[in-house]
């Protein structure tokens, strides 16, 4: 992927999200009015000249593309929204594996660490394990934990298990919507500390 910001704030996610889905404009051009075999081996096999991911197929551009776009979508939602405590985000695109987590975010002595996905509904609940399995094991002094995913791989009345420091972001990759569950900045009394787990968002 070419080399862009990844700290993302207020004053610069719109604009590195809205040139991210502009270089996804062209792509498809080269399946265009393909079918059968031609299209399935086009998707895994041709190489992309353009977007964000030139030189893998579009097989594989794909998936890095929707994540990306989880992430992008997710964390714009949470600085405007102001979930958590934190004025900036650390993020990873694609494959990239430099930081341990897909988002980091340090503010005085409170951290986050969060690992994000775009997946069907059907292969929700293994992705979902997968990813918890990494945060408890390799982020538990963390303050807040998230699980980042788009919002159409789980049921609109998707309700996780509480989990203390544990929340569950579901993003409209299309809309721009973020919905915390449980949500933080609910649970925060006056004073900034939490209160109990009656104020769920569900």
Do not use: W
């Amino acid at each position: 992927m070419k080399q862009i910001e990844r700290v993302l704030t207020q004053a610069n996610v719109d604009e590195i999200a809205n040139e991210f889905i502009e270089s996804l404009a062209a792509i498809g051009e080269s399946i265009h009015g393909m079918r059968g075999v031609a299209l399935f081996t086009a998707l895994k096999r041709d190489k992309l000249v353009g977007g964000p991911y030139p030189g893998v197929s579009l097989f594989e551009a794909a998936n890095r593309i929707m994540s990306d776009l989880v992430i992008l979508r997710g964390v714009a939602g949470l600085l405007k929204e102001e979930h958590f405590p934190f004025s900036s985000y650390t993020v990873e695109f694609g494959n990239e594996n430099k930081n341990g987590f897909d988002i980091r975010a340090t503010s005085r002595n409170t951290t986050l660490v969060g690992e994000a996905f775009n997946v069907a509904p059907s292969f929700f609940q293994v992705k979902k394990r997968s990813a918890l399995r990494k945060l408890r094991a390799h982020g538990p002094e963390s303050t807040y934990k998230v699980l980042m995913f788009n919002d159409d791989a789980a049921s609109t009345t998707y309700l996780p298990k509480s989990e203390a420091g544990l929340h569950h972001i579901l993003v409209g990759v299309h809309s721009g919507a973020v919905q915390v569950r449980p949500n933080p900045s609910i649970e925060r009394t006056s004073s900034g500390k939490p209160e109990a787990a009656a104020h769920v968002e569900r």
